[in-house]
Nanobody
Framework: QVQLVESGGGLVQPGGSLRLSCAAS????????MSWYRQAPGKQRELVASITSGGSTNYADSVKGRFTISRDNAKNTVYLQMNSLKPEDTAVYYCNAMIVYLLTRNYWGQGTQVTVSS
């Protein structure tokens, strides 16, 4: 079994910063792509940022220049540094990982709430 456990969400004022973490544990040989998605109330889940095992990154236009995704392969952990937060960044943020163990499977974390409000 594999678990993805997220942490770091919370309430922050506009212009503030938060750092999300997502640690994978369990039966893992390797991890390919890792990503962060978010889902705001009444909206579809959207890709925020992704990172390959080699460190190549991709961002949604709405977060470019403000968010940074990174990973620590030794710790099976992905991070999302979020700066200059805006009220429209308010959402539940989900971690996603393509984990290799005999087969390659897609796993999701349970989600962490990020609220940007004064």
């Amino acid at each position: 079994q594999v678990q993805l456990v997220e942490s770091g969400g919370g309430l922050v004022q506009p212009g503030g910063s938060l750092r999300l973490s997502c640690a994978a544990s369990g039966s893992i040989f390797s991890i390919n792509g890792m990503s962060w998605y978010r889902q705001a109330p009444g909206k579809q889940r959207e890709l925020v940022a992704s990172i390959t095992s080699g460190g190549s990154t991709n961002y949604a236009d709405s977060v470019k220049g403000r968010f940074t995704i990174s990973r620590d392969n030794a710790k099976n952990t992905v991070y999302l540094q979020m700066n200059s937060l805006k009220p429209e960044d308010t959402a539940v943020y989900y971690c996603n990982a393509m984990i290799v163990y005999l087969l390659t499977r897609n796993y999701w974390g349970q989600g962490t709430q990020v609220t940007v409000s004064s």
